[in-house]
C-alpha cells in the first residue's frame, strides 16, 4: 500500500529565513507526489506536484519540492518565509493500485507551519 | 469560474440520525471524490465518482454512500451517525480519473454529532 509519513508535527521558523517540510514516501512502482496546504477551517489547496522528469518542482506562492528516489523523500521548501505562509501542510501520494483508474490520495498527517518575525 | 462548492458548510446532527452533503465540482469536471479530515489528521478517502460510476471506495462501513449526477454533482450521505463520524467533509474534483493531475478541493463541510 501506498503511503507518506510527515517527521514534524509542528516546524517553527522565523520570517526571511529558509524553511523545509518534510515527506517521505513508501510505494510500489513510479511515485506521484503532491504537496497541499490548509488555512484554518478552509480546505486543501494544491501547491505542486512531482510526476516525472526534474527533481526539482516549483509550484505555488514561491514554494518548490525536492524529490530524492535514494531516500523516497519528497521535501517542501521555500528559499524565504512569509508569516502568511503559517498553515498545515499536507503531504501526498496517488494511489495507483486502484481498479477502474480511481486518483485516490493518501495524505500524510500533516504539518503545522509557524512563521514568526 | 467557480471552484467546488459544497453545502452545508456547517451542521449539526445528532446519533443515529442521517446525513447529506452536496457537492458541486468545477465546470466541465467530471470527477468527484470525498474525503474526511477528523481534527488532527490528514484527510481520508471516502469514495471517487467518475461520469456517475463508483472508481473507487475507501475503508468506509456501509453507512457511508453515495451518488453522482448526470451535471457530475455528489451527493455524500451517512446513515445511522456516530460520534466518530464528526468530522471535515471534504469534496474534490478533477477533469478526469486515472490520471496525474491535481483534485481541487472544496472549503468543506464540517459535521458534528452529538
Known amino acids: 500500500a501506498q503511503s507518506v509519513a510527515q517527521p514534524e508535527d509542528q516546524v517553527n521558523v522565523a520570517e526571511g529565513n529558509p524553511l523545509t517540510v518534510k515527506c517521505t514516501y513508501s510505494?510500489?512502482?513510479?511515485?506521484?507526489l503532491f504537496w497541499y496546504v490548509q488555512y484554518p477551517n478552509r480546505g486543501l489547496q494544491f501547491l505542486l506536484k512531482?510526476?516525472?522528469?526534474?527533481?526539482l518542482v516549483k509550484g505555488s506562492y514561491g514554494f518548490e519540492a525536492e524529490f530524492n528516489k535514494s531516500q523516497t523523500s519528497f521535501h517542501l521548501k521555500k528559499p524565504s518565509a512569509l508569516v502568511s505562509d503559517s498553515a498545515l501542510y499536507f503531504c501526498?501520494?496517488?494511489?495507483?493500485?486502484?481498479?477502474?483508474?480511481?486518483?485516490?490520495?493518501?495524505f500524510g498527517t500533516g504539518t503545522q507551519l509557524k512563521v514568526e518575525l | 469560474d467557480a471552484g467546488v462548492t459544497q453545502s452545508p458548510t456547517h451542521l449539526i446532527k445528532t446519533r443515529g440520525q442521517h446525513v447529506t452533503l452536496r457537492c458541486s465540482p468545477i465546470s466541465g469536471h467530471k470527477s468527484v471524490s470525498w474525503y474526511q479530515q477528523v481534527l488532527g489528521q490528514g484527510p481520508q478517502f471516502i469514495f471517487q465518482y467518475y461520469e456517475k460510476e463508483e472508481r473507487g471506495r475507501g475503508n468506509f462501513p456501509d453507512r457511508f454512500s453515495a451518488r453522482q449526477f448526470p451535471n457530475y454533482s455528489s451527493e455524500l450521505n451517512v446513515n445511522a451517525l456516530l460520534l466518530g463520524d464528526s468530522a471535515l467533509y471534504l469534496c474534490?474534483?478533477?477533469?478526469?480519473?486515472?490520471?496525474?493531475?491535481?483534485?481541487?478541493f472544496g472549503e468543506g463541510s464540517r459535521l458534528t454529532v452529538l
Open positions: 510505494v510500489s512502482g513510479n511515485p506521484y
Open positions: 501526498a501520494v496517488r494511489d495507483m493500485g486502484l481498479t477502474g483508474g480511481g486518483n485516490k490520495l493518501t
Open positions: 512531482y510526476i516525472t522528469g526534474d527533481n
Open positions: 474534490a474534483s478533477s477533469w478526469t480519473t486515472g490520471t496525474t493531475g491535481e483534485l481541487f
